[in-house]
């Protein structure tokens, strides 16, 4: 067997522009990379830049490169919605022409109710869309008084519960996170989200504790068909949680986007073979949402500083795909995630660059993955051929 690595690393957020039915989601000109550019007077990106970064939208900072050195393009989004469930599960071949289930006004009763019933939770706080650095700050110091979870939720379909480490033991939280997945499976919820955090009151801060609980996805994925194949899939922050840890074959927990690059290093280290797919979180929970374009900026940054390193360990003809899963600028009055184009970059080692246009599904990129390991994708165009030259 031809043993050769591709990796794919998903810059949590990082859109590249509205896609044309923005409008329907309220994100009219959303652009998290080149607004976020604008914002803070330019951005340094002089590896992304040489892979053809400023081709797929207006960057200040990062002109277009006349001969990059990288296969460049953008991807659209076929699926209903604008979530990480959503994005990366495309990805790998599952596109959903229903949205998952939201709940901007809170959970019913009938949900509550059986999530008290079957936790013994004494009790809930807020049941609101919310952000959820906000709603810790002032919910948090009633919480610790009361052991009551605060639940709240966002424009993504999650019901999310946020604890105290202290007040409520991680496993506790887990486990009340299990409870309301399994609740949430017929709604058609994508994501139950673990949110503990520590700190005093008015100093409360969210923990890398994090954990999704993602429903079932409806189909079989890229990733199932490379594991049946004896193809090695090595998950990297969050993935493993997206998928519920199918067509996973290695799971490897991050604390951030530094620790995530670090990690994915290693890997490429003793890893000679197989899928890296890996998540970083940072660009979408620290920044994105919080409306940062400022430290969404640095991310970006620490991202173009490690790329060297990344691809200096590939070997001739292996692959790297730098994308994203969704938008979330941070420019905008919104904290919630943006309808956007998502940015492709594709480095071959020991190869060229051109252009791969606009593809017209992220599930391309699935395909892609499926035809260099030879097993079949049914959903997405592959690109692999264009690599090729």
């Known amino acids: 067997m031809d043993r050769r690595r591709f990796v794919i690393l998903v810059a949590d957020s990082a859109g590249c522009g509205a896609l044309p039915d923005a409008g ?8 998290t990379i080149g607004n976020t550019s604008r ?11 040489r892979m053809g ?7 200040q900072g990062v002109p277009p490169d006349p001969r990059p050195a990288a296969f460049h393009g953008r991807m659209a989004e076929r699926s209903r919605g604008k979530d990480t469930i959503t994005g990366h599960w495309e990805m790998m071949g599952i596109v959903l022409e229903e949205g998952l289930a939201l709940f901007p006004r809170g959970f019913p009763p009938e949900i509550v109710d059986r999530f008290l019933a079957e936790t013994g939770a004494p009790g809930i706080l807020g049941n609101v869309a919310a952000s959820g650095t906000e709603i810790i700050r002032v919910l948090g110091e009633e919480h ?13 379909s999650v019901f999310q519960i946020a604890a105290h480490e202290e007040t409520v033991p991680l496993e506790t939280l887990y486990a009340w996170c299990r409870i309301a997945r399994r609740i949430l499976d017929p709604v058609r919820v994508a994501r139950v989200i673990a949110r503990p955090f520590v700190g005093a009151p008015g100093h409360y801060v969210r923990t890398y504790h994090r954990k999704d609980f993602a429903i079932a996805t409806p ?4 990733l199932d068909a490379l594991v049946g194949a004896g193809v090695p899939v090595i998950g990297v922050g969050k993935i493993p949680d997206v998928f519920d840890h199918k067509g996973i074959t290695e799971e490897v927990h991050t604390e951030g986007n530094a620790d995530g690059l670090a990690k994915t290093e290693a890997l490429l280290d003793r890893v000679d073979h197989g899928l890296v797919f890996v998540n970083l979180v940072d660009f979408d929970m620290l920044y994105g949402h919080r409306n940062d374009p400022a430290g969404y900026a ?25 994308t994203a899963d969704h938008g979330c600028d941070p420019t905008t009055p919104s904290t919630d995630h943006s309808r956007e184009f998502v940015p492709l970059l594709v480095h071959v080692a020991g190869a060229g660059g051109g252009e791969l246009g606009t593809r017209s599904s992220f599930a391309d990129l699935g395909a892609t993955v499926a035809e260099f390991f030879g097993v079949h994708a049914a959903v997405g165009t592959s690109f692999l051929g264009a690599l090729r030259g």
């Open 298 to 322: 640095r991310a970006l940054e620490e991202l173009d500083r490690a790329m060297p390193r990344l691809l200096g360990k590939l070997r001739r003809g292996e692959v790297c795909a730098v």
């Open 24 to 31: 329907e989601y309220g994100d009219e000109g959303a652009d």
């Open 219 to 222: 189909g079989r994925t890229v």
């Open 144 to 156: 610790q008084e009361t052991g009551k979870p605060i639940v709240y939720t966002s424009a993504d």
């Open 39 to 49: 914002a803070v007077g330019g951005l340094a990106l002089p590896n992304l830049g």
């Open 53 to 59: 970064l400023g081709h797929v939208t207006a960057i």
